[in-house]
C-alpha cells in the first residue's frame, strides 16, 4: 500500500533541517578551527556544496528506486553488488563513529573531566538497550529535540553578541588550503541528515517540485546557522576554540553568561542522546538489510519476534561504539564517520551519475563535482582518520571476497 502524500514543502524542509542542526553543531568547531584557522568559514561553504551536490544525487536516486537501504540500494541496482557493498560498508562504519561522537558530546557537555569516558560509555549501553526494545524517535521527539537545539543555539548567539565589544579572543592560527579542506571534511559531520528528504518521495505532495526545493531551503538555512555560530566561536574563543571539547558552553563562560551555562549544555546533551538513538537504531536496520544479502554475518539478520528489532545487530553495534569510545578521541571519531560518510556519498554521486533519459533530475555536472569533493574532502581528512578508515573499507572487501571465493567453491563442489 503506497504511504499518503501528506508533506508539504515546509513539512519537508523541516525535517531536514530536524535531521541537520543536532549535535554536530555543538562539538565540530574545536577541530575545524584547530584545521582550518582563520579559513573556517570557507571551509563551512565548501563542505555545504559537497553536502549540497550529495543531496541532490540522493534524490534523483531515490525519486527511482523507492526503496529502503539507502545507497547500498541504490549502488546495487545502478553499479553493481560491490559498489553497493562498499557504500553500504562505509555507511556502516562512518556511522558507527558518529555514535561514537555522539556520546562523547554527552558527556563533554555533563561530565566532570576524568569522568567523560564512562559517561559515555554508559550513554551507549543505555540507548542501545533502549533500541533493543524497540524505542525509536518519533516525529514528535525530534520536534521537541529541534527546539530544544534551537533553544541551545539562541542563548549562544545572544552571549557571543552581547560579549562582542569587549571580545579578546586568543589569535587564529592562519589557515593553509591544506587545512581549510581537510576542516571542510570535518565540517561535512554537521551536515549529515540533509538526505533524509530525499527520502520521503512516497510522502510528500508533488515531489518532483517539492524535494528539489526542500534540499535547497533545508542546506541554505542549515548553512546560515552554522555560519552565525561559527561566527560566534571565532569571535569569542578565537584559537582558543580547538582546545574545547564543549565549545558553545565555552562561548557562553567567555561571554560572562555563567547561569546559562546549564541551557546550552542540556540543549545539547539532549541533541546528542536523539542523535545517538537514531544513529542506534538507523546502523541496526542497515545491517539487517546487509545480513540478509550475506553482506555481513548471517546471524546479524536475525529479528526479535517480541520488539521485532534486529537485537543482535543493535548489541553489535553498541559493543562496536563503545569499543570507538574507549580508543579515540572526538577528534578522531569525527575524522573517521566524515571518511566513511564521505565515501558512500561518493558511491551515490557515482550512482546517479550513471542514469540518464526520464531518470535524470539534475545536471551531471553536479555529480561529477559531488563524486570530486567527497573523494578531495576524504583524503584531507587527518591523516590517522584516513589510514584507520582505509584499512577498515579494505578489511570489509577482503572478507566479502573471501566470502564468494569460499560460496563459489561450494557451489562448483559435486555433491555425492
Known sequence: MPLARRLTLADAVAIGLGSMIGAGVFTVWGPAVGAAGSGLLIALVLAGFVAFCNATSSAQLAAVHPVSGGTYA????ELGPWWGFTAGWCFVIGKLASCAAMAMT???????????????????????AVTCAGVTRTA??????????????IVVLAAAGAALPQAAPAPLPSGSPYGVLQAAGLLFFAFAGYARIA?????????????PRAIGIALIVALAVYTLVGGAVVLSLGGAAEGSS??????????????????????????????????????GRTSLAMARERDLPRFLAAVDPRHQVPRRAQLAAGAVVAGVVLL?????????S???????????????????????????????????????????????????????????VALRAIRLRRDRRRHDTPTG
Not at 74 to 77: H, K, S
Not at 199 to 211: A, K
Not at 342 to 370: C, D, E, H, I, K
Open 199 to 211: 527520502t520521503m518521495g512516497e510522502e510528500v505532495r508533488d515531489p518532483s517540485r517539492v524535494i
Open 106 to 128: 554527552v558527556a563533554a557537555y555533563v561530565a566532570p573531566a576524568g569522568w567523560q569516558k564512562p559517561v559515555a560509555i554508559v550513554a551507549v549501553a543505555a540507548l542501545t
Open 74 to 77: 541504490y549502488g546495487r541496482a
Open 246 to 283: 564543549a565549545p558553545l558552553a565555552d562561548v557562553v563562560s567567555a561571554a560572562g553568561w555563567t547561569a546559562a551555562s546549564p541551557v546550552v549544555r542540556v540543549a545539547a546533551a539532549t541533541a546528542a542522546t536523539g542523535a545517538l538513538l537514531a544513529l542506534l537504531s538507523g546502523i
Open 338 to 396: 566524515s571518511f566513511g560518510v564521505l565515501l558512500y556519498y561518493f558511491v551515490a554521486n557515482a550512482a546517479a551519475l550513471r542514469q540518464s533519459g526520464a531518470a535524470r533530475r539534475y545536471p551531471r555536472p553536479l555529480q561529477v563535482l559531488g563524486a570530486v569533493g567527497c573523494v578531495a574532502l576524504a583524503a584531507s581528512l587527518p591523516l590517522r582518520s584516513v589510514l584507520i578508515g582505509a584499512a577498515v573499507v579494505l578489511a570489509g
Open 140 to 153: 514528535r521527539v525530534t520536534q521537541v529535540l529541534v527546539a530544544l537545539t534551537l533553544v541551545g543555539l
Open 328 to 336: 579515540a578521541d572526538l577528534r578522531g571519531a569525527i575524522g573517521f
